[in-house]
């Protein structure tokens, strides 16, 4: 292990030149000149046994370390991004968010667009970065995600960005100091954590027959504690809607909905195949925590909030820090100033703070926001000078819930582009989906029809074969021609079902409408005529990300609107992973009558190796 960190070390030191840091203010309020620049990133990946939360766990490392590294880039730049597997099995990168304009082969999932990245192989991807924003990348294979396979990417845009932070003060001191905290973005990573593996907890959802939505901690940065408060004071906490599907019963120790009927639905289920400590007890951890250092003589910072959560939809406050959310998804919104942000499965929301309170360490809160569990999980901001003297007040209880009068949460639903784009009025093709539980309640469908088996991952990449068999069975593939207009209406059927986060590979989507109860017209232009208050097509958002609305009683759906404009295999599907293991997923073959000719170093078996 020793002679495999050194050459890390040696290998690192020799690519550091290469590597993008971050821009310099210089850099990234200029324009430089019109060029682009090559930026050669490196990843080793190794399995290690990590402590940082209080217990060892089997945890993929970057260059030794979860997260990764980020890879900060500008607008334009052209990325060679190496792989090396270390790890003693497969392995493939997605870089979340990303376009892949042109490059669909270099979108990181196997049996789609690539094969799996063999032990002891290298692959490198190759790609542009188009749009700024905040991004990240992390394993395609199974649920290596879960066990630490991720790192941020963060793209600046060229040039002053004055006319929009104007939108958040007008006052020239704080223009000045929020352009230079913009340029300086601080990568943070919510997650839930359980000391399973992946694999470990997908066998128990297998074996017992459930969905398990329960964790054992919440992390920041790859950091905390599994915290155990003691059942009555979970209980105390419990919300009136969550007593009333509790209907007598309690929550467990680690705070989690336990496996109702409700819940799970009407499927046999072998409870003697699940763990006690793998939804009951509670055993609690003395973990790290993260710091967050910031300069007050800066006058702002900017945070970037990415989830790789596998179960929890999340929501973040800092103590006495109001956020100025303005971005999601890599695109500028019109700024919400809030005291809590809820954050879904493969979101990415950037935000400011004034750092105008006293020098001292404000608490960060991340609670979980559904239903299904009580929890939180905390990390330090710490401006620079303290004394490291904590009293600060809080905006949220260990729950979540409000504890202050001038409370505002962001708003998903009340998202407003900063620059409104209007998607095309009528759609030319039409495809309504059903997200359920398919024959077990581990096992799920996003098509209504079949389940999107991880088995295909080995299979050969749709990229490479989009006439096969596999490429047009309609239950797991959408096929598009090149040009038109998409929507895709996804419905959620299920009893109590929670949101689903669907993210869609390639290019972002608008989103176009939502609402509860049945779906019951053949396309968006004929629901506009009997609900049009459900539906936006002057200013919608533009997503990679966005949720099926919760379903508790009746049924639920979304409506997305997106361009074929770039031809490939590319994959929608709900992002928390243990539901996207049991099948939620479905291919997108886009611009089938204008398939892309797949370069020499990409073919099968090349692994873009020249």
């Known amino acids: 292990m020793k002679s495999l960190f050194a050459f890390f070390v040696a290998t690192l030191l020799c690519h550091w030149q290469l590597v993008s840091a971050a821009p310099s203010l210089a ?47 500008q607008v334009g730049d052209s990325v060679e991004f190496v792989v090396h597997n270390h790890l003693p099995y497969a392995t493939a990168i997605h870089f979340h968010g990303i376009t892949q304009l042109g490059t669909p082969w270099s979108d990181g999932v196997p049996g789609l667009s690539q094969e799996p990245i063999q032990p002891g192989a290298t692959f490198i991807y190759r790609w542009t970065a188009d749009e700024s924003g905040t991004y990240f990348y992390h394993s395609h294979r199974y649920g290596q995600i879960a066990d630490g396979l991720y790192g941020a990417i963060i793209i600046y845009p060229r040039g002053s960005q004055e006319s929009f932070f104007r939108s958040i003060s007008n006052d020239s001191k ?51 504690s599994i915290i155990c408060p003691g059942i009555d004071y979970i209980n ?42 793998a939804w009951y007890d ?49 695109k500028y919104i019109q700024p919400q100033v809030v005291q809590q942000l809820p954050i879904s499965n493969g979101f990415r ?25 009580i929890n939180s999980g905390y990390a330090t901001l710490s401006y620079r000078g303290s004394a490291h003297n904590n009293t600060s007040v809080a905006y949220v209880n260990y729950a979540g819930a409000n504890l202050t009068a001038d409370f505002v949460a962001f708003d998903e639903t009340a998202i407003v582009p900063f620059e409104a784009v209007a998607p095309a009025p009528v759609a030319d093709v039409t495809h ?24 295909l991952e080995n299979d050969a990449p749709l990229l490479y074969s989009p006439t096969s068999a596999q490429a047009e069975n309609s239950n797991l593939t959408i096929r598009t ?18 949101p689903h986060p669907i993210h869609k590979h ?105």
């Open 27 to 73: 850099q990234a309020l200029s324009p430089r000149s019109g060029l682009t620049d090559k930026v050669h990133f490196e990843i080793f990946l190794t399995l290690e046994d990590v402590e940082d939360v209080g217990r060892p766990k089997k945890t993929i490392l970057v260059n030794g370390i979860s997260p990764g590294p980020a890879l900060e880039l």
């Open 174 to 224: 704080d223009l000045a100091a929020i352009e230079i905290a913009a340029v300086h973005a601080i990568p943070i990573f919510v997650s839930d954590w359980t000391h399973y593996t992946f694999d470990e907890f997908f066998a128990i959802e297998k074996a017992s027959g459930l969905d398990d939505y329960c964790a054992d901690a919440t992390i920041i940065n790859g950091k905390g």
């Open 236 to 277: 105390s906490l419990v919300s009136p809607v969550l007593e009333t599907i509790l209907n007598g019963s309690q929550v467990t120790a680690k705070g989690c909905l336990p496996p109702l009927d409700i819940a799970q639905g009407p499927y046999p289920h072998n409870f003697s195949a699940l763990p006690a400590d």
């Open 282 to 330: 509670c055993n609690p951890t003395q973990g790290k925590t993260e710091v967050i250092t910031v300069d007050p003589k800066l006058g702002w910072a900017r945070l970037d909030f990415i989830s790789p959560a596998s179960v929890n939809t999340l929501a973040i406050s800092i103590d006495e820090h109001p956020l100025y959310v303005f971005s999601a998804d890599g």
């Open 349 to 373: 929301y950037s935000a400011l703070i004034k750092l105008d309170k006293p020098v001292g360490d404000y608490t960060i809160r991340v609670t979980v926001s559904g239903i299904n569990q």
């Open 432 to 455: 309504i989906l059903t997200l359920e539980h398919f024959t077990q309640s581990w096992n799920w469908t996003l098509s209504g029809n079949a389940s999107f088996a991880e088995y």
């Open 481 to 498: 021609h090149n040009g038109t207009w998409v929507d895709i209406i996804i419905v959620s059927a299920q009893p109590l079902s929670p």
């Open 506 to 610: 390639s290019n972002k989507f608008f989103v176009i409408g939502s609402g509860s109860g049945a779906f019951n017209y053949s396309s968006v232009a004929e629901a506009i005529q009997y609900i049009p208050e459900n539906f936006n097509l002057v200013n919608p958002p533009q997503r990679d990300g966005s949720n099926v609305p919760a379903a508790p009683a009746e049924p639920s759906w979304l409506a997305i609107r997106y361009h074929s404009v770039n031809p490939g295999a590319f994959l929608l599907h709900c992002h928390v992973q243990t539901h996207f293991s049991g099948g939620m997923g479905i291919a997108i073959l886009d611009g089938v009558d204008a398939w892309p000719k797949i370069p020499a170093e990409y073919r099968a078996g090349k692994n873009g190796l020249p």
